[in-house]
Nanobody, 125 residues
Framework: QVDLVQSGGGSVQAGGSLRLSCRVS????????LAWFRQAPGKEREGLAR????????EYADSVKGRFTISQDAAKNWVYLHMNNLEPEDTARYYC??????????????????WGQGTQVTVSG
């Protein structure tokens, strides 16, 4: 069983920064795809970024490219989402998620079967 526990988030003024953290526990060896998603009220869950635990291959959604950065620690126990220049439109509940490699062609939430508990990010402006 893969276990994901999130921390971070909160409220920030527009233009500010936040870092989300996700502690990743996996029961077996192998490559996993670790991703960040968000969901705003009344909207579909949106893929933001993903990284593989093996080669560290990274992909970003166009909506956050250049503002958000996904990273993982050397031991592959944590995955982070660094968010800069936040906008009110970034207000949402943010989730980390995992699936076994291969990751697939797109940041599709339906493809991920392990999820963190979510954390709220509110950007006022």
């Amino acid at each position: 069983q893969v276990d994901l526990v999130q921390s971070g988030g909160g409220s920030v003024q527009a233009g500010g920064s936040l870092r989300l953290s996700c502690r990743v526990s996996v029961p077996s060896r192998g490559t996993y795809c670790l991703a960040w998603f968000r969901q705003a009220p009344g909207k579909e869950r949106e893929g933001l970024a993903r990284i593989t635990t093996g080669a560290g291959t990274i992909e970003y959604a166009d909506s956050v490219k250049g503002r958000f950065t996904i990273s993982q620690d050397a031991a592959k126990n944590w995955v982070y989402l660094h968010m800069n220049n936040l906008e009110p439109e970034d207000t949402a509940r943010y989730y980390c998620a995992a699936k076994r490699w291969p990751c697939g062609a797109a940041l599709n939430p339906a493809a991920y079967n392990y999820w963190g508990q979510g954390t709220q990010v509110t950007v006022s402006g």
